[in-house]
């Protein structure tokens, strides 16, 4: 079991930034890779940036490609989403997400490829 409790959310102005944290327990060593997620009322659930385990292999959405990046902390267990230039199609609840399965990159954009999910923080962006 991996318990995730995310963190960070509220509200902020078009061009603004928030820092989301996402903070992990149990079986964090056992996970191969987390990922960010965000869903919009109404919308499906859309795949925002992903990490590997050691942290250096990332992978962000077009729609966030120099805006968000993602990072952690294996010491702390934490994974965070620094948001900058923060628009008002940003506005979700944002969730974290842990994988226990060895997937390749490629698949870390599919929520199907991932066990564990926190309860969502959500984040408001007025224009």
């Known amino acids: 079991q991996v318990q995730l409790v995310e963190s960070g959310g509220g509200l902020a102005q078009s061009g603004g930034s928030l820092r989301l944290s996402c903070a992990a327990s149990g079986r964090t060593y056992d996970v191969y890779f987390w990922g960010w997620f965000r869903q919009a009322p109404g919308d499906v659930r859309e795949f925002v940036a992903a990490?590997?385990?050691?942290?250096?292999?990332?992978n962000h959405s077009d729609s966030v490609k120099g805006r968000f990046t993602i990072s952690s902390d294996n010491a702390k267990n934490t994974i965070d989403l620094q948001m900058n230039n923060l628009k008002p199609e940003d506005t979700a609840v944002y969730y974290c997400?842990?994988?226990?399965?060895?997937?390749?990159?490629?698949?870390?954009?599919?929520?199907?490829?991932?066990?564990?999910w926190g309860q969502g923080t959500q984040v408001t962006v007025s224009s």
């Open positions: 997400a842990a994988s226990l399965t060895n997937w390749l990159s490629p698949y870390w954009t599919e929520p199907e490829h991932y066990a564990y």
């Open positions: 990490i590997g385990r050691t942290g250096i292999e990332k």
